[in-house]
């Protein structure tokens, strides 16, 4: 009888098994099992904003692929590497995933592209003892005679060998069936057309920001960033600090948004909070452009300057200096009130330097006034945001300039609907 029992519960798991292989069309759980995933990674030294750069150009490829009415690509959910080990960031031997809703607000991310966390990638996707197997993987490279011949055109080419090393994301759990090296030029929304002639259901795209925008600064790149919104905590953590520190907030400021991002009307009515912002990129910086950055006497004279133009007696400072440069550049404009975010242990603990950037960011793009650093990434982020919020476009698009006074231009990419 015993063994009866057993013999059923066998048939009924193979039956189940079986049964799971095939795909009735009203079976909802059987659709998502023709779900294709796409997944993709980066230069492991690249920084947060241009990894959220990169993010914009896959998430414009996955929203085409989504609206796209060939099954063949409407079918991709993109899945977002966690934020793990980056190279400015103070991080553990043993790598931390952190998903991206502790930053972002997925379901404004997920009214532009189906996008999906890692960790519900590795529930959905069929996997054999945790270990998972990408069915094609595609190295990103540049075309090597491109600067010698200057061919620009889009174009692309499988290539026997890859110019580096092979490797991808810091899961010891995930390994790929077929490997192919891309000598590749182009934006990123022609990386569908390798799609077409597969039946791969994972797909992973290596060194994707080989891979460029379609059209930068154009309607969809903005639908984009606008989908692109903080988390709600994040946004809550600046709030608070706005309120008690720099008599800011959305009402006052004329800085509310909608609930959705698909809502937001074009306008400049922001006027900001009473203080005026610097993002003062230091570190690296200092020493790859030694000549563009100004000394701490510089900043605090152009800061100075802009805070009796403006007539007021507030700064917010977003920097990755040193405490020392830090407490040097408070001692340099001690007249004013100089104000900054330090975030709390249990803050980092949770939410570690990225979290802090973000909430730097967010102060930044609700002063009054914007000082950044030229061609900073974590700059371009701000001004994007200060561009959505509806800034005159004179209050955002400012750069310190050098110590000899060369002041660079600054790009500027107004927001288009
Ligand atoms: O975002 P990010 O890559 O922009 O800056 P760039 C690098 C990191 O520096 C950020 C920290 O992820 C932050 O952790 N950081 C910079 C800041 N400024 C601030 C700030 O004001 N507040 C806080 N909290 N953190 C690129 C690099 O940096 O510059 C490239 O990504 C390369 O690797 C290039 O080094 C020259 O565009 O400024």
Not at 16 to 30: I, K, P, R, T
Not at 217 to 233: F, I
Not at 257 to 274: I, T, Y
Request: proline content about 4%.
């Amino acid at each position: 009888m015993k063994y009866q029992l057993l013999y059923l519960i066998c048939v009924f798991i193979k039956c189940y098994v079986l049964a799971d292989d095939f795909c009735y069309s009203d079976n909802s759980e059987c659709e998502q099992k023709i779900n294709r995933y796409l997944l993709y990674d980066v230069n492991p030294p690249e920084g947060f904003n241009l990894r959220l750069d990169v993010y914009m150009r896959l998430s414009i490829l996955a929203h085409k692929m989504w609206r796209s009415s060939n099954p063949a690509l409407n079918r991709f959910k993109l899945v977002l590497p966690p934020w793990s080990q980056l190279v400015h960031w103070e991080y553990t031997e043993t790598p931390e995933y952190i998903p991206w809703g502790y930053y972002f607000d997925l379901e404004s991310l997920k009214r532009f592209a189906p996008v999906i966390e890692m960790y519900e990638f590795f529930n959905e996707y069929p996997n054999k003892y945790s270990r998972v197997t990408i069915d094609e993987v595609y190295t990103l490279q540049h075309f090597e005679d491109m600067f010698e011949t200057g061919n620009f055109e889009d174009r692309m080419e499988l290539k026997n060998k890859c110019k580096e090393d092979l490797s991808f994301f810091l899961y010891s759990n995930i390994t790929a069936n077929k490997y192919y090296c891309l000598s590749y030029h182009g934006p990123a929304t022609k990386l569908s057309q390798l799609f077409l002639n597969t039946t791969a259901s994972s797909i992973l795209i290596n060194h994707a920001e080989v891979s460029l925008h379609e059209h930068f600064g154009g309607k969809v790149y903005w639908q984009a960033r606008r989908s692109l919104r903080y988390s709600k905590e994040l946004v809550d953590v600046a709030a608070k600090f706005r309120k008690e520190h720099l008599d800011s907030d959305d009402e006052n400021d004329k800085t509310v948004l909608p609930g959705n991002w698909e809502d937001e009307k074009p306008g400049r009515r922001a006027v900001g909070g009473p203080y005026l912002a610097i993002h003062l990129r230091r570190r690296d910086f200092l020493r790859f452009r030694v000549k563009e950055s100004p000394s701490l006497k510089s900043v605090a004279e152009q800061v100075s300057t802009v805070l009796i133009r403006l007539n007021f007696d507030t700064v917010y400072v977003a920097t990755d200096a040193s405490v020392k440069e830090f407490e040097n550049l408070s001692s340099l404009l001690k007249k004013y009130k100089v104000k900054t975010f330090t975030p709390s242990e249990a803050f980092l603990s949770k939410y570690k330097d990225g979290g802090a950037a973000i909430v730097d960011q967010i102060i930044c793009s609700h002063a009054r006034y914007f000082i950044g650093t030229h061609q900073s990434t974590f700059t371009y982020r701000i001004e994007e945001r200060r561009e959505i919020l509806g800034f005159d476009e004179r209050s955002t698009f400012n750069s310190f300039c050098s110590n000899g006074g060369q002041c660079p231009e600054t790009s500027v990419w107004k927001i288009v609907y």
